[in-house]
């Protein structure tokens, strides 16, 4: 298939500004086959975390040839907290290269957000909007909660889309790819679990497990549900997965109803016109399989985000991946409910979110309490943890799956609650009683 560009999209490629990364945007439209580039309304950068020092030589050879964010840009998290340089336990030379890195996109016009949740500090495209973002759990909150248009990018095509202004037209930036082809149906699930935070990690797991790349609706959840409970739902099928778009039927806005969702009516046939995919159908219900989710399906995927299910004792927890909220916050602060903590404890968050916490008198409790507040970064991606290793517990399905490998920490999975329960004591505290069904 030709790629077809306009005369505004030839100029960019020889612009000196920004004609290496209209090369790069070209290579990625030619690479998946896309017949034309979509204009993006925004981006969300991944490409400013610290991996090698290409990257840094990438971002400096954008920002000397002059090249500037042509759309509102956020940063994803970098490898320091730029605020509190001494948690990081890094060399000279990474420290050093890590802050070049962070700098450079900020010197091409990207707000310096430094957060995997930028959707959480003010960056909300509408709904249908065409947008570039990178990290996996933004793609996934973008696309889904707030039905925003991204496929999947990476380091660094995102930060040429947004150089550019230009994304390949292609996957779920078009209608047609964004119905759901499986049905997940939790209405058997008991009301009093999904009612319970810790089961969206567990749900999302299982759902990155189960349908991989597959866009999914879920049938049967509370239409109640938070954005705080979707987030971490999503974080999770996109870790154990490649999930970037799911729906919640009655829920998130391309799926008012299962019909909706998935292109085809109730009997059979395509969906009547009307709602978020009005004009696209699918031939029939034989196009959408169908999973019940059951008690035992739910059980392993539980099992699977603790490494040491057996551990008796910790010795660190970290929450906030994505980053928390300030509603996660405040649940936090009431839980703690004045105790002090016995083990490290740390708390991810954006710079914004941590302003809004001093405005409202959180953060002193809080660090009195002996929560670290950590920003700019995480304990997953960069060393904050303690060097010594040991048992990490964690409510982050996100950080389950990604803490061994990253940390050298043996992971327990829990509820915020059973996080700090367990911080008081040293023990592993867990509500098992959450799970009967």
């Excluded at 290496?20 to 945007?25: L, T």
């Excluded at 940063?75 to 336990?89: F, T």
């Excluded at 496929?151 to 930060?159: I, K, P, Q, T, V």
């Excluded at 679990?193 to 810790?198: G, I, P």
Aim: with cysteine; proline share 4%.
């Amino acid at each position: 298939m030709t790629l077809h560009l306009t005369e505004r999209e030839q100029a960019l490629l020889s612009d000196d500004a920004t004609a290496m990364a209209m090369r790069v945007v070209v290579a990625a439209a030619e690479l998946v086959g896309a017949h034309r580039l979509v204009e993006i309304s925004s981006a969300h950068i991944d490409g400013c975390l610290h991996h090698g020092d290409g990257g840094v030589e990438f971002a400096e050879r954008l920002a000397t040839g002059g090249g500037r964010v042509a759309v509102p840009t956020t940063l994803n998290v970098g490898a320091l907290d730029l605020l509190h340089p001494e948690m990081v336990r890094a060399d000279p030379h990474k420290a050093d290269m890590a802050r070049r890195q962070m700098d450079a996109y900020v010197s091409m016009g990207a707000s310096p957000t430094f957060t995997c949740a930028p959707y959480q500090v003010g960056h909300e495209p509408a709904v249908g909007e065409q947008v570039a973002w990178g990290e996996s759990n933004a793609i996934a909150f973008v696309n889904s909660v707030l039905g925003a248009r991204t496929e999947r990018y990476g380091d660094f095509l995102d930060a040429c889309c947004a150089l550019t202004g230009r994304a390949p037209l292609y996957g779920l930036h078009l209608e047609s790819n964004r119905l759901a082809t499986v049905v997940v149906d939790v209405s058997a699930v008991p009301h009093a679990l999904k009612s319970q935070s810790v089961f969206y990690p567990v749900l999302g797991t299982w759902l990155g497990l189960t349908v991989g790349q597959e866009v999914a609706a879920i049938d049967g959840l509370p239409l109640d549900v938070t954005r705080d409970q979707l987030k971490a739902l999503g974080a999770a099928a996109a870790s154990t997965g490649a999930v970037a778009l799911f729906h919640v039927v009655g829920v998130t806005p391309e799926a008012p109803t299962l019909a909706a969702a998935t292109g085809v009516a109730a009997s059979g046939g395509a969906a009547p016109e009307g709602g978020a995919t009005a004009g696209v159908a699918r031939a029939g219900a034989s196009d959408v399989r169908r999973i019940v989710l059951e008690a035992d399906e739910l059980q392993r995927a539980l099992l699977r985000l603790s490494s040491a299910s057996e551990a008796d004792h910790i010795d660190a927890v970290a929450v906030g991946s994505p980053h928390f909220s300030v509603g996660e916050f405040t649940e936090l602060l009431r839980l703690i409910g004045g105790r002090r903590l016995s083990v490290p404890f740390y708390a991810c968050t954006a710079r914004a979110t941590l302003g809004q916490l001093d405005d409202l008198g959180y953060t002193a409790p809080l660090r009195e309490s002996g929560v670290d507040i950590v920003v700019d970064t995480c304990v997953v991606v960069t060393p904050i943890l303690p060097a010594a290793g040991g048992v990490l517990m964690t409510n982050s399905g996100k950080f389950a799956h990604y803490g061994p490998a990253n940390t050298g920490y043996e992971v327990v999975y829990g509820s915020l609650e059973d996080c700090v329960d367990s911080a008081v004591t040293g023990d592993v505290v867990r509500n098992e009683q959450v799970w009967a069904w």
